[in-house]
């Protein structure tokens, strides 16, 4: 960490409990809504699986408590196991953040380490309902028996549920996790990013959180407060370290930026599906799933 200062040409950097690493931009599923616009026909970036290597250790040396894997659908990466072990190995707890479409055998041993916890993504409890969603026909399925799944073997599993329109079975999908033994399970609106982006992207698409203790590498490199906040870039971790882009002036304009719009407060009356006004659930809403990190075990 750098000294404190209040040179603006040496900005400073608050402690970063949750690094986002997006290390492909393919999915198994071409939901509509998706931040990242990702889908079966993208690639996995610029960013090779030692670039990844380095930045995972650069973020241990710098005090980094959790990092995330998310895509994209993560586990696509060829590298995926190898980099989540890399992680574990300097002694980061991990999040993996998967659609849960598709998990191969070896995938449930390495979900298996206890510092390790999964999060996904439902839309709803009809399968008509959450397949119209993800644009795949049998994802509801596939990714509820794998939900069931995780429970099964003791996995820690956040699930969260974006509510996209009126008339949406979003609580009666929350009861169904809780029915099935999910203990965390979040609510939260559609962002105005990526695929559900109406117009040019704007900081009223976030929750006012990112870069609090938060940032993400995306699949080129580019280092954005959020997954969300991919449309402010800080800088490139190709060709620079996450130290140096992390305590640049550039870094510190975003983050002055956003901590404007960051509530004091939750009201009692809060819409859990609008984490724009308070927190849906037991965590910062910044993630994709429900904008909420899985907390620290």
């Given at each position: ?8 040409a ?13 290390i ?25 699986g ?13 005090g ?17 196991a ?24 070896e ?33 509801h ?60 992207p ?96």
């Amino acid at each position: 960490m750098t000294a404190k200062t209040d040179s603006p040409a040496n900005p400073t950097v608050g402690p970063l409990r949750l690094l986002e690493l997006e290390i492909t931009g393919r999915c198994q599923l071409a939901c509509t809504h998706c931040y990242a616009e990702s889908g079966p026909t993208k690639g996995h970036g610029s960013m090779t699986g030692e670039d990844w290597r380095r930045v995972i250790s650069e973020a241990a040396a710098f005090g980094v408590e959790q990092v995330q894997f998310i895509g994209g659908e993560p586990s696509l990466h060829s590298e995926f196991a190898g980099l989540v072990r890399h992680a574990l190995d300097a002694g980061l707890s991990v999040q993996v953040y998967s659609n849960l479409y598709r998990v191969l055998s070896e995938h449930w041993d390495l979900f298996a380490h206890p510092r390790l916890t999964l999060g996904t993504s439902y839309y709803s409890d009809d399968p008509a309902e959450h397949d119209a969603v993800t644009g795949r026909a049998g994802s509801h399925a596939a990714t509820r028996a794998n939900i069931v799944e995780a429970v099964r073997r003791g996995i820690p599993v956040k699930v969260g549920i974006i509510h996209m329109r009126e008339g949406q079975r979003t609580e009666q999908a929350r009861a169904e996790m809780a029915a099935l033994g999910v203990e965390q399970v979040g609510i939260d609106r559609v962002r105005e990013v990526g695929n559900a982006a109406v117009s040019v992207p704007s900081t009223s698409a976030l929750c006012g959180r990112c870069a609090n203790g938060i940032a993400a590498i995306l699949p080129d490199g580019t280092v954005a407060p959020c997954v969300i906040g991919r449309f402010l870039p800080a800088g490139q971790v190709q060709g620079s370290t996450l130290k140096g882009v992390l305590t640049s002036a550039r870094w510190q304009e975003i983050a002055e930026s956003l901590r404007t719009r960051r509530p004091t407060a939750c009201a009692p009356d809060c819409v859990p599906a609008d984490s724009d006004s308070c927190k849906p659930s037991s965590g910062t809403p910044c993630n994709p799933m429900s904008y909420a990190p899985t907390p620290l075990r």
